[in-house]
Nanobody, 123 residues
Framework: QVQLVESGGGLVQAGGSLRLSCAAS????????TAWFRQAPGKERDIVAR????????YYTESVMGRFTVYRDNAKNTVYLQMNSLKPEDTAVYYC????????????????WGQGTQVTVSS
């Protein structure tokens, strides 16, 4: 049974930092492309960042470039999202996702999803 479990969310003031973690089990994590998505209230779920299985291809949505860093540790079956200089507009539920094959920014590219972790940034 595949599980993706996010952690690290919380309440932070604007300008602060958080590090999200997504621990995977039940799959050969080192062969999966992974991504972080977020969904704010009343909005669609959109990609934040993605990282290929061997970390050689990384993508960020424009609004987080220079502030967020995605990285992974295949030995620990974990993908991370370091979020710095947080803004109130970063408030959302953050989800990690995994794909066995080629995956870009679409929700349907990813087979497995975590349950999400809430990030709230106060002004």
């Amino acid at each position: 049974q595949v599980q993706l479990v996010e952690s690290g969310g919380g309440l932070v003031q604007a300008g602060g930092s958080l590090r999200l973690s997504c621990a995977a089990s039940g799959l050969t994590f080192s062969t999966y492309n992974t991504a972080w998505f977020r969904q704010a209230p009343g909005k669609e779920r959109d990609i934040v960042a993605r990282i290929s299985w061997n970390s050689d291809r990384i993508y960020y949505t424009e609004s987080v470039m220079g502030r967020f860093t995605v990285y992974r540790d295949n030995a620990k079956n974990t993908v991370y999202l370091q979020m710095n200089s947080l803004k109130p507009e970063d408030t959302a539920v953050y989800y990690c996702a995994a794909a066995a094959g080629f995956a870009l920014q679409r929700l349907n590219d990813y087979e497995y999803w975590g349950q999400g972790t809430q990030v709230t940034v106060s002004s």
